[in-house]
C-alpha cells in the first residue's frame, strides 16, 4: 500500500552548483550525497519534514540522469512514493493497468528497493515505487 510522498527527484547539471541553492532555499546543511552506480548518478538528500529533496547528477554520460537533462533540462525528474514492499504494490499496479519499467525491485539509494513505472501510464509522471532496504 502507498503510504506517502518519499521524495521528490531533481535533475541537476551539478551538485556543487544546486547543493548551496537548495541550503539557502531550505535553510539547512544538505543531509547527505551518495552514489548509485547501478544508475549512473551522484545523489544529495534534504529532509523536509516527511518528504525528502534529491538532486541528482549524472555521472556517466549514457545514465538516465544524462539522458533526461539532454532531452528535457533541469528541472523535476520524478516522484516517489513510499510503500512497505516495492514487490508487491509493483505487482498489484502492473495488475491494475500501469506499465512498469522495472520488472522487479532494485536497490537504490539508501539501499531502498525501488522499481520504476512507465509515465505513459500516471499522465506524464515518471512514478518511483521505494521501500526500506531488505534485511
Known amino acids: 500500500m502507498i503510504q506517502r510522498i518519499d521524495h521528490l527527484g531533481i535533475a541537476v547539471r551539478s551538485l556543487d552548483a544546486a547543493i548551496p541553492i537548495f541550503e539557502k532555499l531550505l535553510?539547512?546543511?544538505c543531509d547527505g550525497i551518495e552514489i548509485v552506480e547501478s544508475q549512473k548518478v551522484k545523489t544529495a538528500f534534504f529532509h523536509v519534514g516527511e518528504v525528502a529533496i534529491e538532486l541528482l547528477e549524472p555521472t556517466d554520460a549514457s545514465g538516465p540522469i544524462a539522458?533526461?537533462?539532454e532531452n528535457k533540462g533541469v528541472g523535476l525528474?520524478?516522484?516517489a512514493l513510499a510503500t512497505d514492499a516495492t514487490d508487491a504494490e509493483l505487482s498489484r499496479v502492473t495488475q491494475a493497468g500501469i506499465?512498469?519499467?522495472d520488472q522487479?525491485?532494485?536497490e537504490g539509494a539508501h539501499g531502498k528497493q525501488i522499481a520504476f513505472l512507465h509515465p505513459k501510464s500516471t499522465s506524464g509522471v515518471l512514478v518511483e515505487l521505494c521501500?526500506?532496504?531488505e534485511g
Open 131 to 133: 521501500s526500506p532496504p
Open 99 to 101: 506499465k512498469a519499467i
Open 27 to 29: 535553510g539547512r546543511p
Open 67 to 69: 539522458k533526461f537533462l
Open 77 to 79: 525528474h520524478h516522484l
Open 104 to 106: 522487479a525491485p532494485r
